[in-house]
């Protein structure tokens, strides 16, 4: 099955900071999501990214799946950012595999 | 309000008894899903349905079993078969048929499962 990676594995921030977070993923995939699991547990959606390039207020995330990569660009980080961010990606007639992680803490 | 609901939020288990923990959606979306999550680790699909009364083992569905009588519900019971059932158990739901995000998956806030 697919293999998927993230990196760095943790990551830590002085509030204001930009970062990039990357995903690889080892074959095609037709589907690709990008989460941020806050300390509760609850996993949010941040970006449904399957290609392209695409903003959300001070995050954004951009896909090269002819590459097999995502990145994830957060902009002025607040310490609310802070928690672990998944990718998750699906291969045609498959299921989504999940990467292990990056934890980020933003320090205030 | 839209959404997935899962209840418990925490359910505490003795050795050899069974345990059903419960995912609700009101999304209208056809396939449901079950995750399990252990410490610092990401999540790995038990179970899934991607229609009413049809069900597909994922990667690690041993110990593990399921229902899906509605649409809206999707249980999942954790057997005294299950080795090691502590875990933060995660349930989502995707798409609308012919949806352009068909396969986006939204979560559930989880079931921390811990036995004793």
């Known amino acids: 099955g697919i293999q998927v990676e993230q990196s760095p594995p943790d990551l830590i921030l002085q509030e204001g900071a930009n970062s990039t977070l990357r995903c690889n993923f080892s074959?095609?995939?037709?589907?690709l999501q990008w989460f941020h699991q806050n300390p509760w547990g609850q996993l949010i959606n941040l970006f449904y990214i399957p290609s392209g390039t695409k903003q959300n207020g001070r995050l954004s995330a951009t896909t090269v799946a002819t590459e097999r990569y995502s990145l994830l660009y957060i902009s002025s980080s607040q310490t609310t950012d802070s928690g672990v961010y998944f990718c998750a990606v699906r291969g045609y007639g498959q299921n989504f595999v999940f990467g292990p992680g990056t934890r980020l803490s933003v320090l205030p | 309000d839209g959404g997935i609901t899962q209840s418990p939020k925490y359910l505490f288990r003795k050795e050899g008894q069974n345990v059903t923990l419960s995912c609700e959606q009101n999304l209208n979306h056809d396939a449901m899903y079950w995750y399990r999550q252990d410490p610092g680790q990401g999540l790995r699909l038990i179970y899934y349905s991607q229609i009413v009364n049809d069900f597909q083992k994922g990667d690690i569905a041993e110990g593990y079993s399921v229902s899906r009588e509605k649409k809206e519900s999707f249980p999942l019971t954790v057997t005294s078969a299950q080795k090691n059932p502590t875990a933060f158990y995660l349930c989502?739901?995707?798409?609308?048929?012919?949806?352009?995000?068909?396969?986006?998956?939204?979560f559930g806030p989880g079931t921390r499962l811990t036995v004793l």
């Open positions: 074959d095609s995939v037709n589907n």
């Open positions: 989502a739901s995707s798409g609308l048929a012919g949806g352009v995000n068909r396969y986006e998956q939204f």
